[in-house]
């Protein structure tokens, strides 16, 4: 992980303001492994890789809330030689996220029919949605295209390891790199509690244990026809 700018927040928001000049940012956040501590991060480590990686091998994956944006304009950065040059001169893997729509959702909860059911307001406690990652990943449905993280190759899903082979709902894919034969396939997975996932190949036992590039979270999903 690269030294960090002293005022990275205000600069990933600048930059992202600047590409999408009609859209309003939210908040910009450092996500997943990379908002956990020093010794958060190395425990995370060796339960993954066996060994603490070095600073300069992490990306800093920080999530930017934007209103007012489009899905196409999502994906337009996500390939931009903006996001691009973040990565490559910072080592900043900047993801855009839609907001608009969670205080509706939120109101339904709020407006649901708890006492019909036999719960007093003590007992309904409050709505907690389900962390936007984790509801990007268990939609995936076969024939879906994503990558992940902001970076390719991008994948597409192929089905589930499941009795059903029901993708959609399951947290664990069976996913190829789009364009290639259905032969070649990773399992999908996640690698930690942040729901960050990762590819992982066949090894010599064939079983999929070799991690095929960098994990991240599920990005620009494009639903299959």
Request: no cysteine; net charge negative.
């Amino acid at each position: 992980m690269k030294l960090i700018l002293e005022n990275w927040k205000n600069f990933v928001q600048q930059q992202v303001e600047d590409f999408l000049p009609d859209a309003e940012v939210r908040s910009v956040n450092m996500i997943g492994s990379s908002a956990l501590s020093p010794e958060e991060r190395a425990a995370q480590d060796l339960e993954k890789y066996g060994y603490v990686r070095d600073d300069s091998e992490r990306d800093i994956d920080i999530e930017v809330q934007v209103a007012g944006a489009s899905n196409e304009d999502i994906e337009a950065w996500a390939f931009s030689e903006e996001a691009e040059e973040l990565e490559a001169t910072h080592n900043y893997d900047v993801q855009l996220r839609i907001v608009e729509g969670w205080r509706e959702y939120l109101k339904e909860a709020d407006d649901f029919d708890w006492d019909e059911f036999g719960f007093s307001d003590d007992e309904k406690g409050e709505s907690v949605p389900n962390p936007p990652q984790y509801e990007d990943l268990i939609s995936l449905d076969r024939g879906d295209t994503f990558t992940i993280g902001n970076r390719k190759p991008v994948y597409r899903v192929v089905g589930a390891l499941t009795d059903r082979g029901t993708a959609k709902g399951s947290q664990t894919k069976l996913v190829v790199i789009d364009g290639s034969a259905e032969r070649k396939a990773y399992e999908l997975r996640t690698t930690g509690d942040d729901y960050e996932v990762g590819a992982f190949g066949k090894d010599e036992n064939n079983e999929h244990t070799e991690l095929r590039g960098k994990t991240g979270f599920v990005m620009n999903i494009k639903r299959g026809t």
